[in-house]
């Protein structure tokens, strides 16, 4: 079945630090979601992406859609402590469902 | 602001119980999701459901159950508690006609221990 893997699971920077984190779907995806999940809360949405190639931008993070809809990044340039969490790609394929990936955990050492 | 509620935060039940978990949503969305959580291995989607009475199974079904009676609430139901659904439980539900359309908006968790 389809499959959304992301990496690294743990990262752990000094702030000021950029972070990236990776996302690769065993197939083409029709779109791409990323969500952060501070500690002890709940998945928030961020930003959805659709074409291919497509870069996003909010502020200090950085979304990009791979050219073959299979694979995604965020990263993040110089990171405060406030971006601590936990970062989540999920991609949807052709069943339609949204397939999530394991998360990538930021830690940001002050 | 879309508001997702579920009805605990934390619950310790014994094995061979029977549990409920329940979510409400108060936007009128069409879809709602129940996804487990455990450390590794992300979100795994366990039932969704795009209309009332309506269900599909998602990537884990087994050993649970759910129920759409009307259309703000989805139920998940563990028939006999066993000691490998000790997880954090999250609700979602997402819209079709208010844009992005794809956006998922969780509710706060549950997390659940089976002792």
């Known amino acids: 079945g389809q499959q959304v893997m992301q990496i690294p699971q743990y990262q752990h920077v000094q702030e000021g630090e950029d972070f990236t984190t990776y996302c690769n779907s065993s197939?083409?995806?029709?779109?791409i979601q990323w969500y952060k999940q501070r500690p002890g809360g709940h998945p928030v949405f961020l930003i959805q992406l659709v074409k291919s190639g497509e870069v996003k931008k909010q502020k200090r993070l950085t979304f990009q859609f791979g050219e073959a809809k299979k694979n995604s990044s965020l990263h993040i340039t110089a990171t405060q402590t406030t971006d601590v969490g936990t970062y989540f790609c999920?991609?949807?394929?052709?069943?339609?469902?949204?397939?999530f990936g394991q998360g990538t955990t930021l830690q940001v050492k002050p | 602001d879309v508001k997702v509620t579920q009805s605990s935060r934390y619950l310790v039940k014994r094995t061979g119980e029977k549990v409920f978990l329940e979510c409400v949503q108060d936007?009128?969305?069409?879809?709602m999701f129940w996804y487990r959580q455990d450390p590794g291995l992300g979100l795994r989607l366990i039932y969704f459901s795009y209309d009332v009475k309506m269900k599909e199974k998602g990537d884990i079904p087994e050993g649970y159950s759910v129920s759409r009676e009307k259309k703000e609430r989805f139920s998940l139901i563990l028939e006999s508690a066993s000691t490998n659904q000790t997880s954090m439980y999250l609700c979602?539900?997402?819209?079709?006609?208010?844009?992005?359309?794809?956006?998922?908006?969780f509710g706060p968790g549950t997390r659940l221990t089976v002792l």
């Open positions: 999920a991609g949807r394929g052709n069943t339609g469902k949204l397939i």
């Open positions: 197939t083409t995806l029709s779109n």
């Open positions: 979602a539900s997402r819209g079709d006609r208010v844009p992005p359309y794809n956006e998922q908006f």
């Open positions: 936007m009128d969305h069409e879809n």
